[in-house]
């Protein structure tokens, strides 16, 4: 077991509950997104469909929504709880929000009639999230992680100053404490996998929310999205990408060169490998595909 100063316990890994490992496959109506031509997942049955995927910052989080985005069945929300802290406001299909709560309830709603899937990163703490418990056993919440030694590398990059809670290692997994302490549905996915085997783990996160596997959503037409433009700096590398696929990048300062770098990973590392411990473990190709494919 791990305790965060603040409180929260990380319970041990255990078997998932058939609730927890799959949702029904969501149905299709005739609405769409964004101008494509795919139909919009419909929810129905008592199901929700709020998909959220959390992470600490440079976690790979950018490209998952890309994938996700690419789909065009679903509402894609990139960062909306951070442009609520961070910036006052937020756009959900048809409103302007500016408190968390609001956007809590907004979301609870438009998750009653269609699949809504959001990122967001925890460089900030989500105190209000943590109150909610109605949001956090709602859907399914999704924790993306990454080593912190290559998380603050990435961002010391971007932002010298930075801050030991800026990491986010340690709010990622208090919210990942809240969530299974609501009652909630956790899933935890390895950015290394994502990387290294996206059509794997891609599939494995479709498996497990109900959705149908779309392997042409691992491609795309480089450029930018109207939802990052604001924070266009910290997604250049999605930005200029077709496809998921690791990156390696050399940092003048790491954890290894820069003491109040290893300090800040000595902190974080502790939460990490108790989230890792959570991960969803891929199958081997001998265990045969167990997913829905949708072409």
């Not at 910290?234 to 696929?245: I, L, M, N």
Request: charged residues 30%.
């Amino acid at each position: 077991m791990v305790w965060a100063e603040r409180g929260c316990r990380i319970p041990s890994p255990g078997k998932l509950s058939s609730r927890q490992r799959r949702y029904r496959p969501l149905a299709r109506d005739s609405r769409h997104v964004g101008g494509s031509d795919e139909a919009v997942l419909s929810v129905g049955n008592g199901q929700t469909g709020l998909l959220a995927l959390w992470s600490a910052p440079r976690s790979r989080s950018t490209a998952f929504f890309r994938v996700m985005a690419e789909r065009g069945d679903v509402v894609s929300l990139h960062e909306p709880f951070a442009q609520v802290v961070d910036r006052g406001e937020t756009e959900l299909p048809g409103h302007s929000v500016t408190s968390i709560d609001e956007l809590i309830d907004r979301l609870l709603d438009l998750a009653e009639r269609t699949v809504v899937f959001l990122k967001d990163t925890t460089d900030k703490r989500q105190q209000r999230v943590l109150e909610r418990p109605d949001f956090l056993r709602s859907g399914r919440q999704t924790f993306l992680i990454r080593d912190p030694r290559e998380v603050i590398a990435s961002y010391c990059a971007l932002r010298p100053d930075m801050q030991r809670y800026e990491v986010g290692v340690e709010n990622l997994a208090e919210i990942f404490a809240a969530t299974t302490a609501a009652g909630g549905s956790a899933l935890v996915l390895d950015s290394d996998d994502f990387v290294d085997r996206p059509a794997e783990t891609t599939a494995a996160y479709c498996a497990a929310v109900g959705l149908p596997f779309r392997p042409k959503a691992l491609s795309w037409e480089a450029g930018d999205r109207v939802e990052w433009r604001s924070s266009a700096a910290w997604h250049a590398g999605v930005r200029d990408s077709t496809t998921v696929e690791r990156r390696t990048s050399e940092y003048e300062r790491t954890v290894d060169t820069d003491p109040a770098l290893r300090a800040m990973y000595n902190h974080h590392a502790p939460f990490y490998e108790e989230l890792r411990r959570h991960r969803v473990r891929l199958q081997t190709a001998a265990d045969g595909p167990r997913h829905a494919v949708d072409p």
